[in-house]
């Protein structure tokens, strides 16, 4: 499959050459006294006034050329596990999302353990979903459990592959040796490590964090999944035109990777990004705004020309429901991405700008990533698809129903949608006359009904109780008004 480009090769290149100019003449300030210290080592200059950081070009380009081109993600369950680009487009939720819509009353409220436990049975039983990144917080997580309460329910009830981020690094030791007990030992783990570590290590403009950094590099160190996310917002954080956060914004991820080769050099990173423009009427965080699919087109062409998997946070939306503008917005940026040549797309299941998560929509986006892996299918060329001789065959007038070359695609040839209507009118009217948000819960309420197929052994169980005396428990019951009731 060939991919769309918004940008020439000399344009690419352009870009390339503008981000080594701001990184050598501007270069990044770098909180985190251990980065500097390693950048310096690796003939970096460094300001130890100012805590600024300058990227020779040469630095840069050495750092470029080992930049491994695949990133795997290892699933509790192998039959699950990712390769990109192989195995693209990879589907992922969104994630961290203080809030939620009440699957029952439709009430915005803070999300809690319960809704997490419930997320993740529906992740795991939704086909288009490859990642689970934990899609909401806990309110009610205890003090000492910010992330525990989150991981440990995620990977109870989903044994696909699970990306979560730490607060700090007990935090990330907490996650590790949680980790080991649920592989059965650290060995085990670190032959298939199961969780990937999600950080932003890069603050727009041009800033090295203290926490994130820290942990890009924990996790770097210890040969363990994890790779960052860029987040320039045009106007704000970034130059307020396209090229301008593109130059920005490929600048920060070189110096990201350019820090975690340093750490150690093979590991694996994926080019991730969020990148917004602000509507400048508000200041309104306008993730939704086609800009966004534009953005994610163009690094994913710097990705190409760096030969590193490209992804991030697409599809989008800053409705607060699941109306027209929601799929839109979803529908647009993702198939625009897609095209880009776009490996993993953290999609699923959130409005409001990331803000509120909604069980409809995370349905309705397994729909929508099931049309983007058939596109990525493309038309199959064969000389057997192309039909010519069935064509001549069925002649002028004919019927191709009953022919045995349709019978044999009838069901792989087009997606046979689920939640999409197709009926006609009438029959919709008969049926209750649903939109697709109430044709959605109905699967919600399909899916919370069944019992989970991927819960821990009791020995797995009893490690965990050993070693976390006080770990929540997270039992999976399905809300009072979400049971199907038989007729």
Known sequence: ???????????????????????????????????????????????????????????????????????TFHARDPKYDKTIPDDSPVIVTGSSAPDILDPVTGVER????????????????????????????????PANQFTLARLYPAMKYCSKPIRITSKDLPDARDILQLAYLVAGSEEAYREHPFITHHYCPVVSPLTMDHLSTEAVMFFAEQGLPVYPTIVPNAGLTSPMSLLGT?????????????????????????????????DMRTGAY???????????????????????????????TNSKINDAQSGYETGLSTMAGLLAGMDMMNMGGLVEALKTFDFAKAVIDDEVAQMLKRMKRGLEFSEENLAVEVIKKIGPGGSFIVEPHTIKRMKTAGLLTKLSDRDTRSQWTKKGAQDIHARAMVKVREILAKPSSTLFSEEVEERIRAHFTDLITAEMEVPEGLQIVSS
Do not use: W
């Open 286 to 316: 306008a993730s939704g705004g086609i800009e966004c699919g534009m953005l994610h087109m163009a690094h994913a062409q710097m990705a190409h020309f760096y030969n590193v998997p490209y992804g991030g946070y697409i599809g989008l």
């Open 1 to 71: 499959m060939s991919f769309a480009e918004l940008l020439t090769q000399g344009q690419v290149e352009r870009v390339h050459e503008g981000s080594l100019e701001i990184l050598e003449e501007v270069g990044l300030m770098v909180r985190y006294a251990p980065a500097r210290d390693l950048f310096r080592v690796h003939g970096c200059a460094v300001d130890s006034e100012t805590n600024r950081v300058k990227f020779p070009r040469a630095v840069v380009e050495k750092y470029i050329k080992v930049l491994p081109p695949k990133f």
């Open 110 to 141: 803070r999300a809690v353990i319960a809704d997490i436990v419930h997320i993740a049975h529906l992740i795991q039983e939704l086909p288009a979903y490859d990642m689970f990144s934990v899609s909401v917080l806990a309110d009610d997580a």
């Open 246 to 278: 593109l130059a920005q914004g490929n600048a920060e991820f070189l110096a990201a990777a350019c820090l975690m080769q340093m750490v150690r050099e093979g590991t694996q990173l994926i080019y991730a990004t969020l990148p917004t423009v602000a």
